[in-house]
């Protein structure tokens, strides 16, 4: 049985507005998600950076966020390691896009496929 079995007049067209607003959604949120986590690969690369990181660690420590300061600076070298991020946001992005597809009928998501 298809989602559009059964619709009463003018409820498939709320539908396809629905589904296409929920993809344009998703694919803002696909951009986004490639926008910082290319951010994140430049940022990784500077050492400032990284020993102001290390530097917050004690007030961090102190103010009770050890746990949030571990998570940044383990996803900090994590992504560092990487050296070079684009093919683990490039398979994020391809894989939420190929669900998007499925969920969503696949045309919207095509169309923002980044280029």
Do not use: K
Not at 7 to 29: H, N, R, V
Request: proline share 3%; hydrophobic share 45%.
């Amino acid at each position: 049985m298809t989602m559009r079995a059964g619709l009463l007049d003018g409820e498939e067209t709320l539908l396809d507005t629905y589904l296409t607003t929920a993809m344009t959604g998703w694919a803002g949120l696909r951009m986004l998600m490639l926008q910082v986590g290319g951010a994140l690969e430049r940022y990784t690369r500077n050492p400032l950076l990284r020993h102001s990181l290390r530097l917050m660690r004690a007030p961090a420590q102190a103010a009770g966020l050890g746990a949030l300061q571990s998570f940044l600076e383990n996803g900090f070298d994590t992504f560092r390691e990487m050296r070079g991020a684009r093919e683990f946001l490039d398979t994020i992005a391809n894989r939420e896009r190929e669900l998007a597809a499925r969920l969503f009928g696949g045309g919207v998501a095509d169309a923002t496929a980044p280029g």
